[in-house]
DNA sequence: GTTCTTGCAAAATATTTGCAAGACG
DNA sequence: CGTCTTGCAAATATTTTGCAAGAAC
């Protein structure tokens, strides 16, 4: 069993062989893909097919969403341990110039204090600007 | 002139009648509004118009949406003297219960360290979970 | 008349579902 | 066989544009 299995084991995900391309994908990338991006990207691949196996990865927590305002949500691979949870927020970048988004992994997300009564489950925490391979 | 008008010209937006019944409405409520919330609300008006009417505001600074991850995007009234510049940067709460979204105007939002070479100029700053109104 | 605004229709884009065929145990 | 997965087609939702008629000055 190679290493994107056990992932995908290690996920309660079935791995079937659409599934391990598509991790493989999210492997090489450096930025979060929408589903278009990976439609293209495995372009064999049927597209309700890469959009149910998105929502199986997202729901098993192996990758997360993130919202960029792009008008396509994008994704991105958790961290072996993630849960989703509040701990594992994080900000993400993205650069209006190139039109990628990133995970700003370095950065810490601040503890957020809420008003009474609020209770956070979930962030989707995007900063717009440009990035560092833009900028001169 | 009204206070509407006035905010409109401030803006340097022509006051229709049109644009003073959207103001009019976004300032009445007390969450961020999709297009789809706002047609149901006038719904005398054209969906084009209203969508064209949101992005005038949001050009001139008036209004900003926000991508709460609902797949589709809100709008909410900006603060009279806001710029939509970093300094004006702040929470928003997405309640998963009752799926209302707001602007957490005082929660302050923290200064955030980039890494070298990025460069902030915007954001979309969601937080997800249950508001102090669902909360039991 | 000229410019700005609005309404209608329709295009473009993104997301989601139904259903039947295939894969796998 | 039974369950899970995949592909195709099509529905739904959302956003956006073209164009002509109307309003404002």
Redesign the pocket.
């Known amino acids: 069993m190679n290493k994107e299995e056990k992932t995908l084991q290690h996920r309660n995900?079935?791995p079937?062989?659409?599934?391990l391309?598509?991790l493989q994908y999210l492997s090489e990338q450096k930025k979060a893909i929408?589903?278009?991006d990976l439609e293209e990207g495995l372009f064999?691949?049927?597209?309700?097919?890469?959009?149910?196996?998105?929502?199986?990865f997202e729901e098993k927590k192996l990758i997360h969403s993130i919202?960029d305002g792009?008008?396509?949500?994008?994704y991105a691979l958790c961290y072996e341990n993630c849960n989703c949870a509040p701990e594992d927020i994080h900000y993400h970048f993205h650069c209006t110039k190139c039109d990628n988004t990133f995970c700003l992994d370095s950065v810490r997300a601040p503890s957020i204090e809420l008003p009474r009564g609020f209770e956070l489950k979930q962030a989707n925490l995007v900063i717009k600007g440009i990035c560092a391979y833009c900028n001169p």
Not at 16 to 19: D, E, G, L, S, V
Not at 70 to 74: H, Y
């Open positions: 995900i079935n079937t062989a659409m599934r391309l598509v929408s589903l278009k064999l691949a049927d597209k309700s097919t890469l959009f149910r196996t998105l929502k199986t919202d792009t008008g396509a949500v994008k």
